[in-house]
């Protein structure tokens, strides 16, 4: 089980581009067209079962947003922050 992070190890640690709402970080990545961001949330689905760790997708015609949260932690954990710097390293490789 994973500590929840303090408002300030979250703020240092938050990849750059992404936001905190609440006990979610969240991210809206933006497309050319749908298929585009069909294809970037399956990549993101691959990564979350390595991780063992499921965001929330939303897909929507040109964007996908992406949310983290550790539910039974009740809030945001390294786990989180780990999988947004997954995702983000993979999105920019």
Do not use: C, K
């Amino acid at each position: 089980m994973a500590d929840l992070l303090s408002d300030d190890e979250i703020e240092a640690q938050l990849p750059a581009d992404w936001t905190r709402e609440g006990d979610e970080i969240v991210r809206t990545y933006e497309f050319d067209d749908y298929l585009r961001g069909v294809n970037f949330a399956q990549m993101v689905g691959e990564i979350a079962e390595a991780q063992f760790h499921h965001p929330e997708i939303v897909i929507r015609y040109a964007e996908v947003e992406i949310r983290l949260t550790s539910h039974e932690e009740g809030g945001i954990t390294d786990a989180d922050i780990e999988m947004a710097d997954l995702i983000e390293a993979e999105r920019n490789a």
